[in-house]
């Protein structure tokens, strides 16, 4: 029997989004966090692109990057995001607006304490989305850095952390045959979530 949304999800879209996050999972995504980020440039023109969902509980969905990027300069000056998760193997789709705040340090420092050395070094080694002379610029960065730290702890660089996207919408697309797809809407009011149905 195909799965039916209405009779799966609760009152509680966190919830709801972890299990279809690890029914993604079990599908076998090649890359279940993956999402896009959509912000407002301070000109007013939006931008997207990927990042990698890193954290997410009742306080919202937290990714993490330089604070030197346009997308980190972009919310700073205008907190408020837009997510968009598609999981291909399980046809499903979940789009989620709110604001944005910046992690605190010791969530940042936690969280960056369990990446590879490698790539805490290729965090100290980027000035994300600057232009560089070639490719080899970046190598000669890594290795400078790689040398600076030895083999010592590589502590979190300060230009680089967290955003969570606190929600205040989260929406949940099921695909079904003939464009008869399941839409359900979740707001966020004061006394709790309200549920509303879409047309496709
Ligand atoms: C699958 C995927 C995951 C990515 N994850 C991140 C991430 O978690 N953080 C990040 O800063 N950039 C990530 N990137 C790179 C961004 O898409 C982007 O190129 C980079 O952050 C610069 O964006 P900006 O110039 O808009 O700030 C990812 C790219 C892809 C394709």
């Not at 999972?25 to 890193?54: H, N, Q, W, Y």
């Not at 604070?67 to 291909?88: I, V």
């Not at 002379?133 to 967290?162: C, D, H, M, N, Q």
Request: charged content about 30%; aromatic content about 12%; glycine content about 6%.
């Amino acid at each position: 029997m195909s799965e039916v949304l209405e009779v799966q999800c609760g009152d509680d879209p966190i919830a709801l989004f972890r299990t279809w996050f690890q029914q993604a999972i079990d599908a076998g995504s090649k890359e279940p966090r993956a999402m896009v980020v959509a912000t407002v440039d301070p000109d007013g023109c939006p931008d997207a692109r990927m990042v990698l969902l890193k954290g997410v509980d009742e306080r919202g969905f937290v990714f993490y990057t330089n604070l030197g990027s346009p997308k980190a300069h972009a919310l700073l000056q205008e907190p408020r995001a837009a997510l968009c998760l598609y999981w291909d193997k399980i046809d499903k789709q979940v789009r989620i607006r709110g604001r944005t705040e910046r992690v605190s340090d010791d969530e940042a420092d936690a969280y960056f304490a369990t990446r590879p050395r490698l790539s805490q070094i290729g965090a100290w080694a980027s000035k994300q989305s600057q232009t560089m002379r070639g490719y080899f610029e970046l190598e000669a960065e890594v290795t400078k850095t790689a040398i600076r730290f030895g083999v010592g702890e590589v502590p979190r660089p300060p230009f680089w952390s967290g955003f969570r996207v606190v929600p205040k919408q989260i929406e949940f697309w099921k695909q079904k045959p003939f464009r008869r797809h399941e839409r359900i809407l979740y707001t966020r009011a004061p006394s709790g979530w309200q549920k509303q149905w879409l047309y496709p």
